[in-house]
């Protein structure tokens, strides 16, 4: 399973490869030639990357090939730290805390050693890369394009119903509160009642959605059970199909609304149903109307959940009490942090990362979606220096945005565009109150 992330390790390296202060760095020692030969046998092997986690499960031959890929991306990644930590070392203006000391720590070494010990990390690196480039021929796999294959927002935000974190932490009451009013409502004589959970981005509405949805009797309560990702386009007749495949029926080449509905009510006609609305933000009261006039199947207790960021939608769709979806607590946070960030690592064994990731968890302030990104970029590092590169990051001082997207998100650098990605890297190494 851990195979299934040399993909995030490659797209990390990518990140520091192309930081300024590495490339600075390296130019000015004389290493750009190789930093070049680095970036471009990378760039071959993460044309095919994804193809080969998916062939992995099928063949161990793939398997290998990764195992041994990762070993070297481990190697390269700590070449590349190499080279940041001693351009930030290089750096007279840099005095804050941490780096003062590190800096301290190292003042012993000898120049020349250290550039001849970084020329030969650095060719074996390329060496081993280049052999594992040679070798993947023989697995004719297939080109991906980089950019398209990372996981943009609106991405992430498209959802389904199947549940794919493999443990939730902190809902248990939310969702037990939930799955109680749903089941409730049977004597309901209304066509249905709405609920709608609102909060945040990255909070955990569509998690907790899916385990209710998923729960064993929701799923024997509702004889139909229908799951829709809305998403910023509150479309009618896209979201008419969306609902009417979702029941299980079949739009064929109807492209009127009305036929569409007609075909919708005959779906639910006479059935119990359960219908989420995912990700919703529409604040037009008349498309909204529009919809519900076709959601009616003749018998009560129906029950539509609603999820959004936004409350004033969530006043606007909802017949029951709002829920709003509270921040993680710490111990929960933690728990989701420690899985992610740890992973197989005795997490006694590293008291001082402990410490560290103690206080990065603090500062990503109970949303998960924070927690996960930053847990799962540092499950790669070994150094203090870079955990505490994270804790101390100026990202942090960056006010929220309109989005209500906090600092902490901004830091997920999984989720950030290229661009924003080396402006983190950047920002990461640098501590607080460094001016360039
Ligand atoms: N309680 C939790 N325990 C573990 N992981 C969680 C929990 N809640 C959310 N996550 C993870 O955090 C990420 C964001 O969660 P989710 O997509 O549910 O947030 P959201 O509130 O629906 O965000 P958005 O407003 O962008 O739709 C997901 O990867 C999810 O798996
Ligand atoms: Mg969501």
Redesign the pocket.
Known sequence: MADALVSSLLDLIFGNLNSALVQEFGQARGFKKELQKLESTLSTIHAVIHDAEEKQTKSNAVKNWLAKLKDVAYDADDVLDDFATEALLQRPEICGGAIKRVRNFFSYRNPILFRFKMARNIKNVVERLDEIAAEKAKFHFREGVMETERVS?AE??H?SSFV??P?????DDDKEKIVQLLLANVNSQDDFSIYAIF??????????TQAVYNDERVMEHFELKIWVCVSEEFNIKRLTRAIIESAGGMVGDLSELDPMQCRLRDILNGKRFLLVL??VWNENQDEWDKLKSALKSGVGGNSIIV?T?IEKIARMMATLPLHQ?EL?SKD?SWS?FKRLAFDSRETEHHPNLIMIGEDIVKKCGGV??AI?ALGGMLRFKDKEIDWLAIKESEMWDVPADENGIIPSLRLSYKHLPSHLRQCFVVCSIFPKDYET
């Open positions: 927002d992430r935000r959802t794919t974190e443990r939730v932490y902190g809902r909060g945040m981005g990255g909070l955990g509405k569509t998690t907790l995912d990700d999820t960021r979806l993680l929960d989701l998960p979606l996960k």
